[in-house]
């Protein structure tokens, strides 16, 4: 495997599932981003880790919650989720935190809440 | 904070034509400017960046940006689109945290 993969790459579930995205980068990348990406708006920050560090929280709501357990690795685990919550679901790594760094992005998870 | 406008969210065009995406951004702070390309199930992929220099930047696959900063523009050409060249094209800037346009749908018709 190369690059940033995701997995699933479509889930569909209900409003009281619990459900897990995961995300794993090959590029030895020490950062890593989720965004919610919705039709016609731009890409949501919704979290970043430096590290296995959290540092950034976009006042996300609580039935979002991320895990990195190493730099490689990033979880986001629904719960209780919305029909607003519908949308892709992009992972996302760069070298560091410096912001002329390019980000990568994986091929993202479709989801839909009923 | 940065904010980025993408002036038109889709753009049509005929294969061979020349095509411009027009980006705008607002920044207190100095800026780094990209712009990533999405084709369709998969996930943005860099096309070019600008962070120093020449005001010209070149990127992948014949598209080339210009940085204008009196006009707080980063707009995106090509002089000849193919069909392979509709997707979406997303504008980003970064000073203090990277923020990105809400995409433009480029769409190449034959």
């Known amino acids: 495997e190369t690059g940033v993969t995701q997995t699933p790459r479509h889930l569909v579930m209900g409003m009281t599932n619990k459900k897990s995205l995961k995300c794993e980068q090959h590029?030895?990348?020490?950062?890593m981003y989720w965004y919610k990406q919705s039709a016609k708006k731009p890409l949501e920050l919704m979290f970043v880790?430096?590290?296995?560090?959290?540092?950034e929280n976009n006042s996300v709501p609580s039935r979002f919650s991320p895990e990195c357990p190493n730099s490689s690795h990033l979880f986001l685990h629904l719960h209780t989720l919305q029909p607003e919550d519908s949308a892709l679901y992009l992972c996302?790594?760069?070298?560091?935190?410096?912001?002329?760094?390019?980000?990568?992005f994986g091929p993202g998870t479709r989801l839909t809440v009923l | 904070a940065q904010s980025v406008t993408q002036l038109d969210s889709q753009v049509p065009v005929f294969e061979e034509a020349p095509v411009e995406l027009r980006c705008n951004y607002s920044?207190?702070?100095?800026?780094?400017l990209f712009w990533y390309v999405q084709y369709p199930n998969q996930g943005l992929q860099l096309l070019l960046k600008?962070?120093?220099?020449?005001?010209l930047v070149k990127g992948i696959n014949g598209f080339e940006a210009e940085f204008n900063k009196s006009q707080t523009s980063f707009h995106l050409r090509k002089p000849s689109v193919h069909i392979s060249d509709t997707a979406e094209y997303f504008c980003?800037?970064?000073?203090?945290?990277?923020?990105f346009g809400a995409g433009t749908r480029l769409t190449v018709k034959p």
């Open positions: 980003a800037v970064t000073g203090n945290d990277m923020r």
């Open positions: 600008y962070l120093s220099g020449s005001t």
């Open positions: 920044s207190s702070v100095s800026v780094y």
């Open positions: 590029l030895g990348h020490n950062a």
């Open positions: 880790y430096n590290f296995k560090e959290q540092t």
């Open positions: 996302a790594s760069s070298q560091d935190l410096q912001v002329y760094n390019e980000q990568f």
